[in-house]
């Protein structure tokens, strides 16, 4: 089965449908109510760092699969080959990012994050939950609470149907990487 399309067993209820479109509706509203904040503050640590945004997604695709050939990076970033191998020269300038020899071809590198790649990820992850916090700070208690506990049920639900029907994707996000 394609990976894109839909898993027929999973083909929801009139009803289920109805609420996913739902959910779907009022997740596209607070994304875009919290997209523009997200989005300058994300500006402002690329500008003040001197980071393109192909640069940082290229970290991201990195972080989440600890090490990829030029090749891969390209795939994963809709980049051409050129352009992902003069990227890689500079995330390797600037420190955030090593080629490291391929364990399954020698003559092949691969290119893996640095400590200061990390560092860089973990800062931009920070600025984000602050701005969240932000954001979510001026809603009440309950309904934040209520909201966090179906969110992370919402997710829990996802990551066992994910695990049950990609059970060996490497690409498949994990609990941990969405807390």
Do not use: C, W
């Amino acid at each position: 089965m394609n990976q894109n399309s839909p898993d027929p067993t999973l083909t929801p209820d009139p009803a289920s449908a109805a609420a996913a479109q739902r959910l779907g509706e009022q997740m596209k509203g607070l994304h875009r109510y919290v997209s523009g904040q997200l989005m300058r503050a994300m500006q402002d640590q690329l500008q003040g760092d001197d980071m393109s945004f192909s640069q940082m997604t290229a970290l991201h695709q990195l972080r989440a699969h600890a090490a990829l050939s030029i090749g891969g990076l390209a795939d994963l970033t809709g980049l051409s080959l050129p352009a992902a191998s003069h990227l890689t020269d500079r995330l390797v300038q600037r420190g955030f990012a090593e080629r490291r020899e391929n364990p399954d071809d020698r003559r092949a590198k691969l290119l893996a994050l640095t400590a200061d790649g990390h560092a860089f990820l973990d800062s931009m992850d920070r600025r984000f939950n602050e701005t969240y916090q932000q954001v979510f700070g001026r809603v009440s208690r309950h309904v934040i609470e209520a909201a966090a506990d179906n969110v992370a049920a919402v997710m829990a639900e996802l990551h066992a149907q994910d695990a049950r029907h990609q059970p060996n994707d490497p690409a498949r996000p994990t609990p941990e990487d969405t807390e």
